[in-house]
């Protein structure tokens, strides 16, 4: 066999057979991330609230709490706190639990579960990517496209064994968006945009603004060519059909209520009447170009000026909190920070792919100019990655949307430039300049720029924060609150009650989600406010004794608003006569006091 023999036989191996390699690949990469982080598996070392919080939501529904029940009853004691999430994400790790826990027992069944959950929407992820890449690029296209994905550090962060939140699934929803786009079978394309759109906002609606861009494309393409009807009708179908199926088996009891931070009556009205109204003007379907556009227009319109009307409340803030709930808490929260304010070690990465894949998008675009379907779709996907770019200047959380997007686009110029240089005749320039353009076109040199380019400040303030919330987070500090205390409510940080109810059998006060106003006001009242405020507040809850973690990023808080205020008093090592000690050992991170009401 011939060298140009072998190479076209592994090409078409891999065009052929692509969905077996793909599924393999991720194999590989999946029992490669378990195998290197097993420690942080084996020790349940959720480094997320919301990761922790995931946990207990499973938890409390295989020990028998309602379906529609999701208020977390350990925290904000005895009411509970409100979890504005629905039970859909929820379902693949609860099923790991129950199929390992015969062999290995409970605690080690969620550790295996937390560490496998993430990992299956990566394989959902990265079959969508290469059915994209497939559609849109090359039929062997696809391992380039997966290389891509794995350099995407924003996005992979996503998929790691323990991030068991749902942003992993979200991200998988898109990634079918995408596919869904990219389908040259106008129907069929259009149900996997609506079910995915459905899905993503049946998890929640961190990535609405997609779905509505998704609509949005789907609806253009059909007033430029009036024979993608079907696609858009398909589209409408699936988006109602699959919004009122969602909300109908997973919205919570809470989430019936006219709210505007979940799939709620609010927003399901909105994927109904889109859904009603698009499938409708696809009846009409005029032979006008201009008649479709202002069909769209009007349907639009309707929308939005109903959506306006019925649901003023959700023009604002969608969490529904207060100006001073916002400035105490949310806008500390840091992916909720546009990309220009964090350092440049950590925007450089996430800001470089969106740009190399809206200008692969554009070159794939002009190329393709002849086939309309194809002309289309990467129209629709550099849209759509110009958007998420756009959208870190926002929040640098859209930074995994962002650069999910742009991996069709760097791998249609990956495949258009590295062949060039693999064809010239100079072996160092077929080595050197395949191997460069690679990295370049791949976003893959961004890694080296950080290493070698020092930009940031060193700042030593933050190293001590960072250290201070892992050993406070840590299963070997946490299992010191285990041994040393009956099960009792703990008066801690907001930021530390969702750790503290998985890694112990005690109660905490607050955790950070924005129903919960009350107890996070509390909780940052009791610490910024003067010492005689705090036991009422404390006993309110029902509380039996103080957990602080010196230094630990939310402290930073206190004691920068209210530097004389009860945790400052403390950090200077003033404590009231009320406050009895709890011995716990030298190295413990913590500081733990027993609250005595009747001094």
């Known amino acids: ?113 937390c560490g496998i959950a993430p990992l299956l929407p990566l394989a959902v992820t990265m079959g969508a990517l290469s059915v994209t890449v497939r559609r849109l690029v090359a039929p062997a296209a696809w391992p380039i496209a997966a290389i891509i994905l794995l350099g995407c550090g924003s996005t992979m962060l996503m998929f790691m064994p323990l991030r068991i939140d749902h942003h992993g699934w979200q991200l998988a929803c898109l990634a079918l968006t995408l596919a869904g786009i990219a389908d040259p079978r106008g129907a069929r394309g259009g149900l996997t945009v609506g079910l995915s759109s459905a899905a993503s906002l049946t998890i929640g609606l961190e990535l609405l603004p997609y779905c509505a861009i998704a609509g949005a494309i789907v609806t253009l393409r059909w007033v430029w060519d009036g024979g993608e009807v079907r696609r858009m009708q398909a589209y409408a179908l699936a988006l109602a059909g699959g919004g009122t199926l969602g909300f109908a088996l997973f919205a919570s009891n809470a989430n019936h209520a006219m709210r505007c931070d979940a799939l709620t009556p609010a927003w399901l009205s909105v994927t109904i009447a889109a859904g009603v109204l698009l499938f409708a003007v696809g009846l009409l379907n005029p032979a006008n170009r201009m008649a479709r556009l202002g069909l769209a227009a009007v349907a639009g319109a309707a929308i939005a000026g109903g959506f306006a009307a019925l649901f003023p409340q959700c023009l604002s803030r969608p969490e529904g909190v207060s100006d001073e709930l916002y400035d105490i808490w949310l806008s500390n929260v840091r992916e909720a920070r546009p990309i220009y304010r964090h350092s440049f070690a950590m925007g450089f990465p996430v800001a470089v792919l969106p740009v190399i894949g809206v200008i692969g998008a554009a070159v794939a675009a002009w190329r393709a100019r002849a086939s309309a379907v194809q002309l289309s779709s990467w129209i629709a996907i550099g849209l759509f990655t110009a958007f998420a770019g756009a959208m870190l200047l926002w929040q640098i959380r859209a930074g995994p949307a962002a650069q999910l997007l742009a991996v069709p686009g760097a791998t249609a110029l990956v495949w258009l430039v590295v062949p060039w240089f693999l064809n ?62 009956p099960p009792s409510t703990l008066f801690t940080h907001v930021d530390l009650g969702p750790r503290l109810i998985v890694m112990t059998h005690h109660k905490g006060i607050a955790g950070p989600y924005h129903r919960n106003e009350r107890a996070i006001l509390d909780v940052h009242h009791a610490f910024t406010g ?59 991170p913590y500081r733990l006091w027993r609250i005595r009401y009747d001094r």
Request: hydrophobic residues 50%; positive net charge; glycine residues 8%.
């Open 424 to 485: 010239q005749k100079h072996m160092a320039v077929r080595v050197l300049g395949a191997v460069a353009a690679f990295l370049l076109l791949s976003g893959l040199f961004t890694g080296f720029v950080v290493k070698y380019v020092k930009v940031d400040k060193p700042q030593k303030a933050r190293n001590v924060v960072a250290r201070a919330n892992a050993r406070c987070a840590s299963a070997a500090g946490m299992s010191l609150l285990d041994r040393s205390l």
């Open 1 to 113: 066999m011939t060298k140009a023999e072998g190479g076209f036989e592994l090409e078409r191996e891999l065009s052929v057979h692509w969905l077996r390699w793909t599924l393999l690949a991720w194999a590989a990469i999946a029992a490669w991330f378990l195998w290197d982080r097993w420690g942080q598996v084996n020790a349940l070392a959720l480094g997320d609230t919301d990761d922790n919080m995931r946990l207990m939501q499973v938890r409390a529904l295989l020990d028998g709490q309602g379906w529609y029940d999701l208020r977390q009853y350990r925290l904000s004691p005895p009411g509970g706190l409100d979890i504005h999430w629905s039970r859909l994400v929820d379902l693949p790790i609860a099923a790991l639990i129950l199929i390992f826990k015969p062999f290995v027992g409970t605690p080690m069944a969620e550790r295996l579960a």
């Open 530 to 588: 003067s010492p005689a405020a705090f036991r009422p507040i404390a006993q309110r809850y029902g509380a039996q004794y103080l957990l602080v973690c010196p230094n630990m990023a939310e402290t930073t808080i206190y004691r920068s608003r209210a530097p004389n205020g009860f945790y400052g008093q403390l950090a200077k090592g003033q404590v009231p006569a009320w406050l009895d000690p709890v011995r716990l050992p030298a190295k413990a």
